[in-house]
């Protein structure tokens, strides 16, 4: 019986750290900030200049800038916020978030809704679909 408890146990743990894991992955915790190791963010924008959000896909897995006209402001009940760049962000092949917890570091994103937009960050991949996750408002510039 002992021998069932410490292997319940032993499998509770480990799904526990695996979870916490993808929880964190998800989060983007393990990019840290763009720029220095100080907790202070010094974002670039490349000087390549910024690729069309219907290009991200390719440029997975670099830091770098998408550029497109924003849509629409989505807040979720969660209090994650998302950028769209399509009118079906189901079908969008790149769409942009900021999570509740920076959410308070952002003034008004409505403000933004059909407006062109440069985002820089690293380019991941979640659901199929390129993604920038932005914690930083200084992520986001209006082109020249």
């Not at 743990?13 to 720029?35: D, E, F, M, P, Q």
């Not at 079906?88 to 403000?111: K, M």
């Amino acid at each position: 019986m002992i021998q069932k408890q410490t292997i319940t146990t032993a499998t509770i743990a480990i799904a526990a750290v695996l979870l916490s894991a993808v929880i964190g992955y998800r989060l983007g915790r393990h990019h840290g900030t763009v720029g220095t190791n100080d907790g202070r963010s010094t974002v670039q924008f490349p000087q390549r200049g910024c690729v069309d959000f219907h290009d991200a896909g390719s440029h997975t897995g670099e830091n770098g800038c998408v550029e497109g006209r924003i849509l629409r402001v989505f807040t979720a009940r969660s209090g994650s916020t998302f950028l769209d760049f399509c009118q079906d962000y189901r079908n969008c092949p790149f769409g942009s978030v900021i999570f509740a917890s920076d959410r308070t570091r952002f003034g008004n994103l409505g403000s933004l809704e059909g407006r062109r937009v440069q985002i820089a960050g690293e380019i991941t991949t979640y659901n199929g679909r390129a993604e920038i996750i932005i914690r930083d408002p200084k992520q986001i510039r209006l082109p020249q």
